[in-house]
């Protein structure tokens, strides 16, 4: 099982950034997806989770109606659309599967939302 993020970076205040997490070594379209993200001298939390096929989603109060979490199961492939940034956004943020019973996690991606 591998996870691998990309497309964090450097973002103003109310801008956008769309992580992707490319995943490999396991069925992709038979498991949940999940983005955590952690702050500077804070403990890791969960932004968002998508079913299997997509049709649902969940997010944290923090960031709900701000991030879309989608998946593309033919590229094996979940997103993390964020929109309207602000400074306690700023984080690494993960992705992880539960797969055959193990938590398998990504290395990261760092988004920084400064001016």
């Known amino acids: 099982v591998q996870l691998v993020e990309s497309g964090g970076g450097l973002v103003q205040p109310g801008g956008s950034l769309r992580p992707s997490c490319a995943a490999s070594?396991?069925?992709?379209?038979?498991?949940?997806m999940s983005w955590y993200r952690q702050a500077p001298g804070k403990e890791r939390e969960l932004v968002a989770t998508?079913?299997?096929?997509?049709?649902?989603?969940n997010y944290s109060d923090s960031v709900k109606g701000r991030f879309t979490i989608s998946r593309d199961n033919a590229k094996n492939t979940v997103y993390l659309q964020m929109n309207s940034l602000k400074p306690e956004d700023t984080a690494v943020y993960y992705c992880?599967?539960?797969?055959?019973?193990?938590?398998?996690w990504g290395k990261g991606t760092l988004v920084t939302v400064s001016s």
């Open positions: 992880m599967s539960r797969v055959y019973g193990m938590d398998y």
């Open positions: 998508i079913s299997r096929a997509g049709g649902r989603t």
């Open positions: 070594g396991f069925t992709f379209s038979s498991y949940a």
